[in-house]
């Protein structure tokens, strides 16, 4: 009795229904650390968004700020100005 023309895999603890299962184990693990995989990169672009999107108001308030105080500046040099 040849081994290799009974089991192609050399393994006769093997049966085909257990290798049946093993390979939807397989599938079905792999499937799910990908979809993971793909969730924790969303994530991190999201939170690079969020992080980009805070940093663009805080520019942004800034410079509402700095233009609110041009204007007064410029109110005080005018007020200054119908004083004299």
């Avoid at 184990?25 to 995989?37: D, L």
Wanted: proline share 4%.
């Amino acid at each position: 009795m040849n081994i290799c023309k009974k089991y192609p895999d050399g393994n006769p603890a093997k049966n085909p229904y257990q290798s049946e299962q093993w390979a939807d184990f397989q599938h079905t693990y792999t499937t799910i650390s990908k979809a993971i995989e793909r969730e924790k990169k969303e994530r991190e672009k999201q939170q690079e968004e969020e992080e980009e999107g805070e940093a663009t108001m805080v520019k942004e308030d800034i410079r509402s700020g700095l233009e609110g105080s041009e204007d007064k500046a410029t109110e005080n040099e005018y007020r200054k100005e119908k004083k004299v």
